[in-house]
C-alpha cells in the first residue's frame, strides 16, 4: 500500500477542465490520492437574465478541495506559461477543455492526455455524445489519448465502449460516460505511473464521423425525415441545447422547444407535419406514423409535460409545425 502511495506521490498532475463532465474525473483523481498541483479552468463569466458572476463547475470543486486554480484568458500568456512551469507537474490531463498550444501540451515530462467521449477516430469535435445519438449509433464509448497539435488526432491509450439504448438522450448518456470516463483515466495514470503505456495512432482513413459544434440551426427538427431520424434527433438534443420546431397556427407562429418524445408506427394520409391532439396527448404526423411529444416548452415558459400544457394551447384544426 505504501508502495502505490509512493508511486502516486511522484505524479504531479496539472488537471485543465471545466464542466461537471470534468468534475467527475478530477474527483476521481482526488478520492484515489493522487498529487493535483494545479487545475486550470476557464474564466469567472456573467451568465443568466441578472448577469451574475458564474464560476465553472470544476473551479467550485476545486475551491471546495484546496486546490490551486488557475483561469487564463489566453493560453499562449508568458505569464500563465511560467505559473504553469512553477507547478513543476509531470503529467497533465485534460478534459472537456479547450485546444492547448504546443508549449503548454509539451511541457509534461509524461505528456498530456485527454479524455475524449467517443470513440476515436469517430466523432472528433466538440459535440461527440450528441451527435452519436443524433446519427443513431447504438454504441459509443470513451478514449484517452496524447494531445498533438490537431483537435482529437493523437495517439489512443486506451478505449472502453457502452451500448447507446434505444430510450438514452443526450443527458442520460453524458452521465454513463462520465463515470465510465473517470474509470478509464485512472487506468491511463495507472498506466503512466507503471511505465507500460502502450499507444496506438489513429486511423484517418474509411468513413469518419465529426462531432461539429452545435448550433441553433443545427436543433431545428425536419419533419421530412424518417420517424427514427427524427426522434434520435430530439433524444440527441435533450436535455441541452433542446431541439425545436415552429408552430404555425392561424396568423402567428410559436418557437416551441421539444425535450420528450416517443414513435408510434402507424400508417396514414395526413401531411407531414400535421398536428393530431387532444386534451391529452399532441402528436406530430411524419412518414411511417407520429412522434408524440411529451414534453415541450413554449417562448418565456419552463419546460413542461405536454399534457399540462394544451389547455392553453386552444389550436386550431390548422395548427401544425414546420
Known amino acids: 500500500m505504501n ?6 506521490n511522484k505524479l504531479r498532475i496539472v488537471f485543465m477542465g471545466t464542466p461537471d463532465f470534468a468534475v467527475a474525473i478530477l474527483s476521481q483523481l482526488v478520492t484515489h490520492n493522487y498529487t493535483v498541483v494545479g487545475v486550470i479552468t ?15 463547475a470544476v473551479k467550485k470543486y476545486a475551491v471546495q ?28 490531463i485534460v478534459v472537456a477543455f479547450r485546444m492547448l498550444p504546443k508549449v503548454v501540451w509539451q511541457m509534461p515530462t509524461y505528456g498530456t492526455f485527454n479524455l475524449h467521449a467517443s470513440l476515436l477516430p469517430q466523432y472528433r469535435g466538440a459535440a461527440p455524445i450528441n451527435w452519436a445519438i443524433i446519427n443513431g449509433e447504438t454504441e459509443t464509448g ?12 493523437g495517439a489512443i491509450i486506451l478505449q472502453e465502449k457502452i451500448a447507446i ?31 507500460d503505456v502502450k499507444t496506438i495512432l489513429q486511423e484517418n482513413s474509411g468513413k469518419l464521423r465529426s462531432a461539429y459544434k452545435i448550433h441553433k440551426e ?27 420546431t415552429t408552430l404555425v397556427e392561424e396568423e402567428k407562429t410559436i418557437f416551441l422547444k421539444i425535450y420528450d418524445a416517443t414513435i408510434e408506427r402507424e400508417q396514414h394520409t395526413l401531411a407531414t407535419g400535421s398536428l393530431v391532439f387532444d386534451k391529452k396527448e399532441l402528436k406530430v404526423a411524419v412518414h411511417g406514423g407520429y412522434i408524440n411529444l411529451l414534453e415541450i416548452q ?9 399534457i399540462d400544457v394544451l389547455n392553453g394551447l386552444n389550436l386550431s384544426k390548422t395548427a401544425h409545425v414546420v
Open 165 to 195: 439504448e434505444p430510450t438514452d438522450t443526450a443527458g442520460s448518456l453524458h452521465d454513463k460516460l462520465m463515470h465510465l470516463g473517470a474509470d478509464l483515466v485512472l487506468k491511463t495514470v495507472n498506466h503512466i505511473e507503471n511505465g
Open 3 to 8: 508502495m502505490n502511495l509512493d508511486k502516486k
Open 298 to 306: 413554449l417562448p418565456g415558459k419552463r419546460k413542461m409535460k405536454t
Open 218 to 244: 443545427t436543433c431545428k427538427i425536419d419533419w421530412s425525415k424518417s420517424i427514427d431520424a427524427i426522434n434520435n434527433h430530439i433524444r440527441g438534443l435533450s436535455p441541452y441545447p433542446g431541439s425545436w
Open 65 to 92: 478541495q484546496n486546490l490551486k486554480v488557475l483561469q487564463p484568458t489566453n493560453l499562449k500568456n508568458e505569464a500563465f506559461i511560467d505559473e504553469l512551469k512553477e507547478l513543476k507537474a509531470n503529467l497533465q
Open 42 to 56: 476557464a474564466p469567472d463569466r456573467p451568465a443568466g437574465r441578472g448577469r451574475k458572476i458564474q464560476e465553472s
Open 142 to 153: 470513451v478514449t484517452t489519448f496524447f494531445i498533438d497539435d490537431k483537435i482529437d488526432t
